[in-house]
């Protein structure tokens, strides 16, 4: 059956409006700690997330509330675990990164790597007792150097456990860019493992879907797993403040706290060659630049809107849409932060 | 004199370590960007970025010590080192023991630790206890400026493995990466006197597994490291208001222990209160208890740790870390009755 662009714009639309009541709430200091967000990474988790069904599993990263949510975890229990209240999801003993749901059969670690053998250990019990149930795990481009995540992958292929390795591929963990810490090409990687690996463009919901589709498939006949790339963009940077961001909006303000240490550290008399230093300031500046210039700032990157432009012929359907979602999540958040302890 | 923060100090005594000894290579993950000072100082073959590969960064940490280098490898977290342990427990604290003395691994890990922002059970922890279960390795948890600087010259020249545990809430460019993020609207129960102070104008280092008496008194001793420290400063002060004389002792090295300070101070009141971030059962506090019995002192014994997973909820997560107020009631109640 194919997908339904409505609903998956509808999910994608949900999950967005969400993430901004939770990076509200953040900037408001109703939420503490660190904050990474799925917004960017829309179209990946709708597009996977939509098709899976009772007995499925999840293992998430630190960006799990996007699925959770499109899985059909209650908004307001995500919201006030995140506000920390008693009643939330998880007893506000969680917090963002550690989001579970039980009867999603839905764990999320802020382990990077972790993932791997969260979904192969989903995987296996589906194998012995739950056949035709999948385990899904979602990770970064960055985990995917982490040595227990490419262990589970060669777990998954030699037991040929029903497994969907997706891989978020921003191109970025924190500040590293991906290329330079990654040999290789991830996705003969995994088939260097034995694990067919197929990649699409994560701004793309449709492409998203239909990969998602047959890996999903593969793995409920009992043909083992497959590893999914689909490159996207997290809009915020890493996290929720990443200073990186902060400079490229707003570099007057971010910029002479870092640029004079930096200056008074590169002239200092004792330390490398001046060559060697050169080199230093250049990695230092390309670090900047590349968030200066960084596609995470294109708006034309953004799954949503994309996403929304193949649904404008019949503009009355998509506002009336629109308008419910919206109104939902403020009903959501209106709900959660009710009774929130100051 | 002058004054610096916390992180501060230590990047400076390591800017220090680093102009006077070439072996000192430093790596981790973002390092080139969280260590940019130093990479422009120093250079990329010097400062340099990781894969997240901890298990391989850390132990190749390790074999680089063995063979003639001083790393020092960062990593991200504490609570991470549950990837990576092998290295340690296996390797690095091994090194000399299995090669009969004659071969040692001077690798440092530069790694932040503990709660009090917000962030969670997986991400707050301390660990030291658990770490300095491990025969071989070094533990060093300062609680200031001067002491972090110091004790990481100590820990480069130390020629084993040393763990150098940089507590968050004193950090103060942890707590804005990590705890604010540019936000005005949150605030942290942030101990001035750790998070900035007087530091000397060139390093010298601290010994390792000396302890420092920060508070004297008279009724009971606190031992603590690390935040605790202040908390148990700012304890001791109230105790005073209701006539009972707290001192302080500030462990800085966790392990090797120093026992002769710790004995005699607990001699000195008959009465120890131990205050520790790290888990309570099977840990530190327990171990200072047996230590002090073992050397025949006398006394009474109450303590005042995190007892379970660090909740996620910020008044939940206040309770369970020890705070000013638990560690109140232990001192009034240790002190009690019979005083
Ligand atoms: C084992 C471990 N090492 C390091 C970290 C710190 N850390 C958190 S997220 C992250 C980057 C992850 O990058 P990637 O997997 O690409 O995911 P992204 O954040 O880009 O979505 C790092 C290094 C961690 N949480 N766990
Ligand atoms: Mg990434």
Redesign the interface.
């Known amino acids: 059956m194919p997908p339904d662009l409505w609903s998956l714009y509808a999910l994608m639309l949900k999950s967005r409006l969400f993430e901004e009541v939770i990076a509200k709430l953040w900037h408001d200091g109703l939420i503490s700690g660190e904050m990474h967000l799925g917004t960017g990474e829309e179209a990946i988790i709708a597009g996977v997330v939509a098709q899976l069904r009772e007995g499925d599993a999840m293992a998430l990263d630190h960006r799990g509330s996007a699925a959770l949510l499109i899985r059909g975890v209650d908004p307001v229990l995500i919201l006030r675990e995140m506000l920390g209240c008693p009643d939330g999801l998880c007893g506000g003993m969680g917090g963002h990164m550690h989001l579970f749901s039980k009867e999603h059969l839905a764990a999320s670690s802020g382990i990077v790597g972790a993932e791997g053998p969260t979904a192969a250990g989903f995987a296996i019990a589906a194998q012995y007792s739950n056949p035709g149930a999948v385990a899904v795990a979602f990770f970064g481009d960055g985990a995917m150097n982490q040595g227990m995540l490419m262990e589970s992958m060669n777990l998954a292929s030699v037991w040929n456990l029903p497994v969907l390795f997706v891989c978020k591929d921003d191109g970025w963990a924190i500040t590293t860019q991906s290329a330079n810490m990654t040999g290789g090409n991830l996705n003969e990687r995994a088939r260097g493992l034995g694990i067919p690996a197929v990649e699409v463009d994560g701004r793309d919901v449709f492409a998203v879907w239909a990969a998602a589709n047959a890996a999903i498939e593969r793995a409920r006949s009992g043909q083992g797993p497959t590893f999914l790339k689909a490159r996207c963009v997290h809009f915020e940077g890493h996290f929720l403040g990443f200073q990186l961001i902060r400079i490229a909006r707003d570099p007057l303000r971010e910029m002479p706290d870092i640029a004079l240490p930096l200056t008074k550290s590169f002239l200092r008399l004792t330390g490398a060659t001046m060559r060697e230093r050169i080199a230093g300031l250049k990695t230092v500046m390309a670090s900047v630049l590349s968030t200066l210039r960084d596609p995470r700032r294109d708006p034309i990157n953004d799954p949503v809107p994309r996403t929304r432009a193949s649904l404008q012929s019949d503009p009355e359907r998509l506002r009336a849409l629109e308008d419910q979602i919206e109104k939902d999540v403020s009903d959501v958040a209106a709900y959660a932060l009710a009774e929130v302890p100051s | 004199m002058s004054t610096m923060f916390f992180t501060q100090a230590i990047d400076d005594a390591l800017?220090q370590a680093?102009?006077d000894d070439p072996r000192i290579i430093l790596f981790g993950?973002?390092v080139?960007?969280?260590r940019?000072?130093?990479?422009?100082?120093?250079?990329?073959?010097?400062?340099r970025?990781?894969?997240?590969?901890?298990?391989?960064f850390l132990g190749a940490g390790v074999a680089a010590a063995m063979a003639g280098l001083r790393p020092v490898v960062e990593m991200y977290m504490v609570?991470?080192l549950?990837?990576c342990m092998d290295a340690l427990l296996n390797h690095a604290a091994k090194v000399e023991a299995f090669s009969g003395g004659k071969w040692t691994a001077p690798v440092m890990v530069r790694v932040p630790c503990g709660g009090g922002?917000?962030?969670?059970?997986?991400?707050e922890q301390s660990l030291w206890g658990w770490l300095a279960h491990i025969p071989g390795l070094s533990i060093v948890v300062p609680s200031t400026p001067a002491d972090a600087g110091g004790l990481l010259l100590a820990a480069l020249q130390h020629d084993g493995p040393v763990i150098f545990l940089e507590h968050k809430l004193l950090s103060e460019t942890w707590l804005e990466?990590?705890?604010?993020?540019?936000?005005r609207?949150?605030q942290y129960d942030v101990p001035a006197n750790g998070a900035k102070g007087a530091v000397p104008r060139r390093w010298e280092p601290l010994p390792i597994g000396k302890a420092m008496v920060r508070r004297t008194g008279s009724d009971v001793t606190i031992v603590s490291a690390g935040v605790g420290v202040h908390r148990a400063l700012q304890a001791a002060e109230a105790a005073e208001r209701e006539g009972i004389s707290a001192a302080v002792l500030d462990l800085r090295t966790i392990s090797p222990l120093d026992r002769t300070t710790f004995c005699e101070m607990v001699a000195h009141t008959g009465r120890l209160l131990v205050v520790d971030e790290d888990y309570e059962g099977f840990g530190l506090s327990g171990e200072l208890g047996a230590v002090a019995l073992e050397a025949g002192v006398s006394f009474k014994y109450a303590r005042v740790c995190t007892q379970t997973?660090i909740?996620?909820?910020?008044?939940?997560e206040d309770q369970a870390l020890p705070n000013v107020k638990r560690i109140c009631s232990a001192i009034a109640q240790l002190a009690g009755e019979e005083r």
């Open positions: 800017a680093m102009a993950e973002d080139p960007l969280l940019r000072n130093l990479l422009v100082r120093f250079g990329p073959r010097r400062v970025g990781t894969p997240i590969s901890e298990s391989a609570d991470f549950g990837v922002y917000g962030d969670g059970g997986q991400h990466f990590l705890g604010s993020g540019g936000r609207t949150v997973t909740p996620y909820a910020r008044e939940r």
